[in-house]
């Protein structure tokens, strides 16, 4: 090998690990100092221990926020699935006038900050009169979730998905029997892949949540809230379990979505 | 008696472009159709107006008796072969083949009875359990045969059953395709661009161009007496020389007055046909004159030799058996039988 490209590979290697170091040291000091033996999650390290995973488990607001959370989580991801695949199914199954204008407003709420949606959520409810709520949440993970549902299953309702349908159809089977035995069996990886992201970005999403809740909070405004009270190896517990719960899920999406493109 | 399928008038507009020009059809029971046609003919616009995947925009489609235009797939006694088979990936080759019949809601008894039976007839008898991806694409084509027939249609539509097959395998589908078009004894209408393929299966051919039908006939027919010259041409490779009808119905072309098969009025301008293995040189009844061989490629079972006409400027299409000397520049009398020139308009 001549030096000029051995020279290039060493550049780009450190190039490559200095973009990681960036990304993910925050990320491994956070985790890190979980497991802090001592009151403040900073250098020098003591320890390990997992009393402060023990502590943030047995924390009683925290685990009100991880059940808001998980309860937000699937409920919007369900609602942003279903909705998502009946909107991806008519755009792409059916021809309408103002199909493309349809399907770029469906779209569109991934181009809106989550700060708008937030503020758009609460002005509405005041102006309907209700107060805010972990309900409210769910609406608004729902107008930010579906859009990226209806992408995924649009991408998978192609051509040769079409045939399928049409052989079924041709049989003799009616749409909703098209849909739930043949549409939903063939794309449930996509759609399961789908819940699984919506769910992930539901997860940890802090503004829309922070701002159309009051008493019943999710955990990201709890360990919001703690941090306020000053730095606390629990909250880097909780923040690292919910680190953990998103790289799950997403193992789950590459699976269960790309793993199966590419065979 | 009406016909088992009558195709009324059809016309299927998308925007600007026609896709189908007042299409009519009739066809008996048990008749094997296949509709001929190079691509953007309109062939499977009509397949799929016929199953009732695409509306047509004016025109009467009736089965057995019954007018369907307005029913959808569902409702229609067809059924479809498609061009990639458009299986079931998630369930197994009895599940494929029961699917219909479970829409229908048949007892599974009867069910497992009726896929046995029809698995044994596309001849993939035991083969129920395994999933569509453990099996070959012909196997494929099998079971998707499987699934449209179990349901027993009043009609069986193929589009390009064959496109995706190898030569041998193609062949083989062929016989055993016209073997269970008449085992079962249903009307198949089999959508296709290959003539050979056309041909080999159809009990009526129906050549389609721009939307419309241009021919339809029983193949034989088709193939030696075409009714236009599109026809003539898409049926396979024929010599044409072009003249001029004069007053004794003798046709007035480059390499002398012919008498040709068909009737054009005096003063038309025509085209006459002849199919390469219809040129001899043992002097029949016309005389096409002296020509010498421009060049040859040996194919086998014959040459196909390209000559030159010594009367003028006219060029031959011809076959000569292998035994034939065929080297260019070499001198040959050619003729033909009346009946195998075919006089048609241009």
């Not at chain 2, 925007?15 to 046609?37: F, I, K, R």
């Not at chain 2, 397949?47 to 235009?69: M, Q």
């Not at chain 2, 395998?169 to 079962?184: H, I, K, N």
Request: charged residues 15%; hydrophobic residues 45%.
């Amino acid at each position: 090998m001549r030096w000029s490209s051995r020279l290039g590979n060493a550049l780009s290697g450190f190039y490559l690990t200095a973009c990681y170091v960036f990304i993910l040291l925050p990320v491994a000091v956070l985790i890190l100092f979980s497991f802090q033996d001592g009151r403040l999650p900073v250098p020098p390290f003591h320890g390990p221990t997992l009393k402060w995973y023990v502590t943030a488990f047995t924390n009683e607001r925290m685990m009100a926020g991880l059940g808001n959370s998980l309860l937000v989580g699937i409920g919007s991801s369900a609602l942003s699935v279903i909705l998502g695949f009946l909107a991806a199914y008519g755009i792409s199954r059916y021809e309408f006038a103002a199909r493309r204008l349809l399907q770029g407003i469906i779209i569109l709420p991934l181009a809106v900050s989550y700060l708008l949606v937030g503020m758009g959520l609460l002005v509405t409810l005041s102006s309907l009169g209700l107060g805010p709520s972990l309900w409210m949440v769910v609406v608004g993970h729902v107008v930010i979730n579906m859009p990226l549902a209806f992408a995924i299953c649009l991408a998978q309702l192609g051509e040769h998905q079409r045939k399928v349908e049409w052989a079924a159809k041709d049989l003799g089977a009616s749409t909703f029997r098209v849909l739930t035995a043949v549409t939903m069996p063939m794309i449930a990886p996509a759609l399961i892949a789908a819940f699984c992201l919506c769910f992930t970005l539901s997860w940890d999403e802090f503004i829309i949540a922070f701002l159309v809740t009051r008493f019943d909070v999710t955990l990201p405004i709890v360990i919001w809230t703690m941090l306020r009270g000053g730095l606390n190896p629990q909250t880097n517990a909780v923040g690292s379990f919910i680190f953990l719960c998103s790289i799950l899920m997403l193992v789950a999406v590459e699976f269960l979505l790309f793993r199966k493109r590419r065979a | 008696m009406t016909s088992h399928l009558e195709v009324e008038a059809i016309n299927k507009v998308y925007g600007e472009v026609t896709a189908l020009d007042h299409v009519s059809l009739a066809v008996e029971q048990g008749g094997y159709v296949v509709l001929l046609g190079p691509s953007g003919s309109g062939k499977t616009t009509l397949l799929s107006v016929i199953g009732g995947f695409t509306v047509p925009t004016s025109g009467r489609v009736s089965i057995a008796g019954r007018d369907v235009t307005a029913l959808s797939p569902a409702q229609r006694p067809t059924t479809t072969l498609f061009q990639d088979y458009a299986l079931f990936p998630h369930m197994s080759v009895a599940g494929n083949v029961g699917f219909g019949l479970k829409v229908r809601h048949v007892s599974a008894a009867e069910r497992e009875k009726r896929i046995a039976a029809a698995l044994e007839l596309v001849g993939l008898a035991g083969y129920g359990r395994r999933g569509i991806h453990e099996i070959s694409g012909g196997q494929r084509q099998r079971v998707a045969l499987a699934r449209a027939l179990v349901v027993e249609p009043e009609i069986l539509l193929l589009d390009e059953p064959l496109g995706a097959l190898d030569l041998n395998l193609r062949r083989q589908m062929q016989d055993e395709l016209l073997a269970l078009q008449r085992r079962t004894g249903r009307s198949f209408v089999h959508v296709t661009h290959d003539q050979e393929e056309a041909m080999a299966l159809a009990s009526l051919v129906v050549v389609m161009n721009k939307g419309r039908i241009e021919d339809q006939g029983p193949p034989k027919r088709i193939y030696e007496r075409p009714a236009t010259l599109f026809t003539a041409t898409f049926m396979g490779e024929s010599t044409q020389i072009p003249g001029r009808v004069g007053e004794a119905g003798l046709v007035e072309t480059a390499i002398g007055a012919l008498r040709g098969t068909g009737q054009q009025s005096p003063g038309s301008e025509v085209m006459l046909i002849v199919r390469p293995e219809n040129i001899r040189t043992d002097a029949n009844e016309i005389d096409l004159g002296p020509a010498r061989i421009r060049e040859a490629t040996f194919q086998g079972a014959h040459y196909r030799v390209l000559a030159t006409s010594e009367r003028g400027a006219q060029d031959f299409v011809l076959r000569l058996p292998p035994d034939h000397a065929v080297e260019p520049g070499r001198a040959l009398q050619l003729s033909c039988r009346p009946e195998n020139l075919v006089v048609l308009s241009r």
